[in-house]
């Protein structure tokens, strides 16, 4: 096929070797897809029909974002590749990488009734095709909780794996958004933004990390708590994403309402509690990983959207910041073509907000650093 043909042509020349019978059927097939074409999109000006429809797929795919999920065949990996996949046309393409068992996934994911084609790429000598031309990359590769352990005991295993595939990310994706997902997230980013820095590359504006599973819960808990439906609820979840970390701000619940200080000690205490609650009661089976895809898949499509330019999308997320005096911080922020648009204020907190974030403070602290200090001296 020459460079600059569409399929629908090629299809056409093809159809000049068939028996009449055959290219009655095919023929009339193209028809109708062209038919349905000209329904849709009366002004487009192709004079082939059939090729009109391919082209407008190929543009639609050339347009498109490129998404790469790193750690894809992991309890994480694989439900947020599908409910990724199932975005359809939003996505040019879904590459899917890890170490191991990748072939399986993408070979499952690429049946899903959806435009966007899911490749797979296994092992390091991948990794590069992986990441070329990619947009967005979620990071999602590294070892998870076992009953027992805290957030910062998985930091030996998941510093070196962050620093490496950012550093990847760096070399053939620099201009993709980074969203890091791998725990301990209050080490993790910082590891990552400063790998990418030591390749020259690294926008703090782009590398986020997840937390929306604190928000997804906040609201779930808050719903359920007040009797309405969680969809309805926003709870901005700030600071970290460890257990002595993060900070829920019930003050700001939208739609407001008057918790008394019981009801937000137990709301806060069971959002700081809930990953391990998880963990134990999956026994060693690993963490979150469904509600973790769920929430992922959330962020991933606010964050398409925004490439998209759409306006006014604020999430909480984990990045670089000065909201505080801290290097990084969980905020409130806006989202727009080029990643973080606007950190937005943390907004008026009670007393026990206050003195609560004073606590936090120390104990994030000691995790930017740790995690900082990994980078430089990896
Ligand atoms: N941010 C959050 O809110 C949140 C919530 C839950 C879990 N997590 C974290 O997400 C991470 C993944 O969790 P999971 O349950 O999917 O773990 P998992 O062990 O089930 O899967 C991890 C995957 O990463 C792959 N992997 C390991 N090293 C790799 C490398 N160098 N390159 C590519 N792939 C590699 C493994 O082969 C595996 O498929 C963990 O660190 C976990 O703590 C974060």
Redesign the pocket.
């Known amino acids: 096929m020459e460079r600059d043909e569409c399929v629908g042509s090629v299809a056409m020349r093809e159809m000049a070797h068939e028996t009449t019978d055959e290219r009655t059927t095919k023929g009339a097939a193209l028809r109708r897809t062209a038919g349905l074409h000209d329904h849709l999109m009366p002004k487009e000006g192709w004079t082939t029909r059939g090729c009109a429809v391919m082209r407008v797929a190929a543009e639609q795919r050339r347009l498109g974002i490129h998404v790469a999920v790193?750690?894809a065949?992991?309890?994480?990996?694989q439900p947020l590749s599908l409910l990724l996949a199932r975005r359809g046309s939003e996505l040019a393409s879904l590459r899917l990488?890890?170490?191991?068992n990748v072939a399986g996934v993408a070979a499952d994911l690429s049946h899903v009734d959806a435009r966007a084609p899911v490749r797979p790429y296994q092992g390091t000598s991948e990794l590069a095709d992986a990441l070329h031309g990619v947009d967005l990359v979620v990071l999602?590769?590294?070892?998870?909780?076992k009953p027992g352990m805290s957030?910062d005991d998985?930091f030996q295993i998941?510093a070196k794996?962050v620093f490496?595939?950012a550093t990847a990310v760096a070399q053939h994706a620099p201009n993709a958004w980074l969203l890091v997902?791998?725990?301990p997230?209050d080490a993790t980013v910082p590891i990552a933004l400063e790998a990418m820095r030591k390749q020259g590359a690294g926008n703090d504006r782009k590398v986020i990390g997840?937390?929306s599973?604190d928000a997804v819960r906040a609201k779930k808990f808050v719903g359920d708590a007040v009797g309405v439906d969680p969809a309805r609820i926003m709870v901005p979840v700030v600071g970290g994403?460890a257990a002595n970390t993060m900070l829920p701000l019930l003050s700001q619940c939208s739609p407001r309402f008057a918790f008394t200080e019981k009801e937000i000690e137990d709301l806060t205490t069971k959002l700081r509690e809930a990953?391990t609650q998880v963990v134990e009661a999956k026994a060693g089976a690993?963490?979150?990983?469904l509600s973790?895809a769920h929430a992922a898949d959330r962020f991933v499509g606010q964050c398409l959207r925004a490439m998209q330019g759409a306006k006014g999308i604020v999430e909480c997320a984990y990045v670089s910041s000065s909201v505080t005096e801290l290097p990084f911080f969980a905020s409130p922020v806006q989202l727009g073509r080029d990643g973080v648009e606007t950190y937005l204020p943390l907004g008026p907190l009670n007393t026990g907000e206050r003195e609560a974030l004073q606590l936090l403070k120390s104990e994030l602290a000691r995790s930017i650093q740790k995690g900082t200090e990994f980078a430089r001296s990896a």
Not at 97 to 100: R, S
Request: proline letters at 0%; aromatic letters at 2%.
């Open positions: 790193l750690g065949a992991g309890g994480i990996g990488y890890d170490v191991a999602v590769a590294g070892a998870a909780r957030r998985l998941n794996v490496g595939l997902v791998t725990n997230v997840v937390t599973l994403h990953g690993g963490s979150a990983t973790m």
